[in-house]
């Protein structure tokens, strides 16, 4: 008995493309034709104009930004230059830079752009209108190479004051110890016998902190202090009433500590940021989890800022990102790239850069994640930085993969650390203004 053979999916298709091949009638494949090229140019187009469309809507959003950034300037600014046309001229370039820098999509071209700052009696007002063009791919073939888009946000400064909550969640690990430039490092260098981190515990502390401090020496702690303090001073400048803006303070190395929970009295939370210092027992880095401590215990998710009770939530985290479980055996996140072993912890404490996705759980509570990055400075003279080394040039992409888009920051110098921290609060106070009309 002879046995079937079983037919295969694929064998299905072939054989009707056979028969269709095979057809006797030449209208058969006329008609397909005919009708397929409409079908693939309609598909073509349509796909053209969800392109656009969709950069259309992003376009806006830079646009409203830069808007808003304007009269953030101003506001900003108006107290210390009296000069109208001066205040005008600072807040163009503003828009302009924000604009300017933020619309760089691919295959979007920006032909016209036209900004316009006036003083009128109810206040400043601030108009970014824009045209551009998206190129198209299917559309090329009917004359079409780019679809035209364009888009107007205006800002005043009357709008409507928003409510916005900033989780700081800072890095007070041993390692922001270490000197916040060359020169201070090399003279923790001089003054340690070649240690270049200020230990704060207590049998180090007269060699390893309080000579370099005496001496001088800054330290990243001191800077991320001093750089705290200020942008607490940026926000209570800029609060335009009681309560608009709310800070919690969060420090961790491989604990967390409460400095100050959310609380809209900010005079007392730079009193606490001034209270910002190294620990004073042996520590590890644990980014991660302080991430995961803070999104269950204490992030609640984002609305948009339009009421007290409906604030628009950022989380700031400052940190050298790396992730170490000296003194606590600790394990490396996964996937995180290759780890070191810190040789007096017993081999037991893995050294690795953050784990990308440790702030994804926060971002699913829409509420922003604002990363700033204090380059970790090489020290190839100690054994430490052969911990460090093998995944040093990984730290920056994993801390921009946990950022939100277009808030990931690194800065390196005391300037600019000071700087970044003031542009990731301006950048939070464009980002969670509601929108405007267009």
Known sequence: MLKAKPIKKHDGFLHLMRRFHSAQSGAVAIIFVLCFIPILLIVGLALDYSKASQRRAALNNVADAAALAAIVKINEKRDEIKNEGELRKLAYVEAENVFTSQSAFDETKIYSLDINIEKTTKGWIATVNYKANVKGSIGAILGFPSLDVSGVAQSTSQSKSYYM?????????????IGA??????????????????????????????????????????????????????????????????????????????????????????????????????????????????????????????????????????????????????????????????????????TSGIDPYACNAIKAKDVTVAVL??????????????????????IAENLRRCASDGFFFEASTPGEIDRAMQEMFEAAVVFGAPRLSR
């Open 165 to 177: 909550d900033i989780y700081m969640l800072l890095d007070t690990s041993s390692s922001m110890g």
């Open 373 to 394: 990055y204090t380059t970790y400075l090489p020290f190839p003279d100690l054994w430490q930085w052969n911990l460090i080394q093998p995944f040093q040039q990984k």
């Open 181 to 350: 430039t060359e020169q201070d490092l090399q003279k923790m260098r001089e003054i340690t016998g070649g240690c270049v981190f200020g230990c704060h515990i207590a049998e180090y502390k007269p060699v390893h902190y309080d000579q370099p401090k005496a001496a001088g020496v800054k330290m990243r702690i001191d800077i991320l202090r001093d750089a705290t303090s200020k942008l607490i001073d940026t926000a209570i400048e800029s609060s335009s009433n009681t309560g608009q803006y709310k800070i919690g303070l969060y420090a961790f190395n491989s604990q967390q500590n409460i400095l100050e929970d959310m609380t809209a009295d900010l005079q007392d939370v730079k009193a606490k940021s001034l209270l910002i210092d190294l620990p004073t027992s042996h520590d590890g880095t644990h980014a991660g989890d302080a991430l995961s401590w803070l999104n269950q215990n204490k992030v609640q998710p984002s609305y948009d800022g339009t009421k007290p009770d409906k604030p628009k939530r950022f989380v700031f985290l400052i940190t050298d990102g790396v992730e170490d479980g000296i003194h606590t055996g600790h394990a490396p996140p996964p996937a995180a790239g290759p780890t070191g072993i810190w040789p007096d912890s017993g081999a037991s404490a893995p």
